[in-house]
C-alpha cells in the first residue's frame, strides 16, 4: 500500500511520496523494489546521497558547483529606470535562450537583459542575435572571463536561469549560474526546476515560473517592483556565505579523511 502511494504522489508532491517510502523501507527494506522506491523518491526530494546509499549502497556525498564567496554588496534597485536583468552560459540550442528574449520583449515591466554568451552553436547565437534585433530592451555581448563574471553581474538586479528540461541533466540542474547570481547578489529568477526553485524558495531569493514557457516567465517580469527586487536582492547577501564554495569545504575534508587509514 505504501509502495502504491509512493509512485501515485511522485510527481505532485515528492516529499509525501518519500514519506511513504520511508515506511515501506522501514518494513521491508531487504526487498529490492522497496529499496528502488526508496532511492527514487529520495532523488525525487533532493537528497542524492541517499538515493546512491539505498540504490547503489554507496557513502556518498554532495557538492555542489558553488562559486567561491565574493566579498560584495547589493547595488540599488533603480526606482525610475528598468529593471537589469542578466544570463551568462553557452549559447546552446537545447537552453532555449529565445524565452528569456521573447519574455523582457513582451513584458509589460521595464526591464533589460543581457546576455554573455559562449559561441558553443554560431548558428543558433546568429538567430539569437536576429530575434534581438528588433529591440532596444536585449543586448547581446561576448562571453567574460569567469574570474570577472561575478564581479561584473554585481551592477545588474535579476539574474535570469529557465532551463527547459529536455534532458535528465537538464531537468536536475543545479548549475555554476545560480551560485554566481547569489555571489553577485542578484535576484534569481528560475523555472521550476526542481533544485533550482528549492534554493530560490528556501532563502527567498526571487521567484519561480510556473512553467519553462514566455509567457510563464513574462507573467513572473510583470509582477516584479523595485522594491521586491531589492529584497531578493539583500536575500543573496544573506545567503551569499552558505550558498558558496567555502560552504562545501567541510564535505570535501569529510571525505579525504574517509580515505586516509586510521
Same mark, same amino acid.
Given at each position: ?10 510527481? #505532485? #508532491? ?37 538515493a ?49 528574449v ?17 559561441p ?15 529591440? #532596444?530592451?536585449v543586448?547581446?555581448? #561576448? ?5 570577472e ?85 539583500r ?28
Open positions: 500500500r505504501h509502495l502504491v502511494m509512493a509512485g501515485r504522489l511522485l510527481d #505532485d #508532491d515528492p516529499e509525501l511520496a518519500y514519506q511513504y517510502a520511508q515506511v515501506a523501507l522501514a518494513r521491508g527494506g531487504r526487498v529490492d523494489i522497496v529499496r528502488e522506491a526508496a532511492a527514487i523518491t529520495a532523488y525525487a526530494t533532493g537528497r542524492y546521497a541517499e546512491y546509499r539505498e540504490e547503489l549502497g554507496i557513502e556518498a556525498a554532495v557538492v555542489v558547483n558553488a562559486a567561491p564567496f565574493a566579498e560584495l554588496e547589493p547595488t540599488p534597485v533603480p526606482d525610475d529606470g528598468p529593471l537589469r536583468l542578466v544570463h551568462a552560459g553557452a549559447a546552446l540550442r537545447n537552453r532555449h535562450l529565445e524565452t528569456l521573447e519574455a523582457t520583449v513582451a513584458t509589460s515591466t521595464e526591464a533589460t537583459l543581457d546576455l554573455f554568451l559562449v558553443n552553436d554560431p548558428g543558433y547565437l546568429a538567430e539569437l542575435r536576429a530575434l534581438a534585433a528588433g529591440s #532596444d530592451r543586448r547581446l555581448h #561576448d562571453a567574460l572571463p569567469y574570474a563574471l561575478v564581479h561584473w553581474h554585481n551592477d545588474f538586479d535579476l539574474g535570469v536561469h529557465v532551463l527547459p528540461p529536455v534532458s535528465f541533466n537538464n531537468a536536475w540542474a543545479l548549475p555554476n549560474k545560480f551560485f554566481d547570481f547569489v555571489q553577485a547578489r542578484l535576484g534569481v529568477v528560475v523555472g521550476p526546476s526542481p533544485e533550482m526553485a528549492r534554493l530560490v524558495r528556501e532563502h527567498g531569493l526571487g521567484a519561480v515560473a510556473e512553467d519553462f514557457s514566455a509567457k510563464a516567465l513574462t507573467a513572473v517580469l510583470d509582477g516584479l517592483t523595485p522594491e521586491g527586487v531589492a529584497g531578493w536582492k536575500a543573496s547577501h544573506t545567503a551569499a556565505r552558505q550558498l558558496s564554495a567555502d560552504a562545501q569545504v567541510e564535505v570535501w575534508r569529510d571525505a579525504s579523511r574517509a580515505l586516509v587509514p586510521r
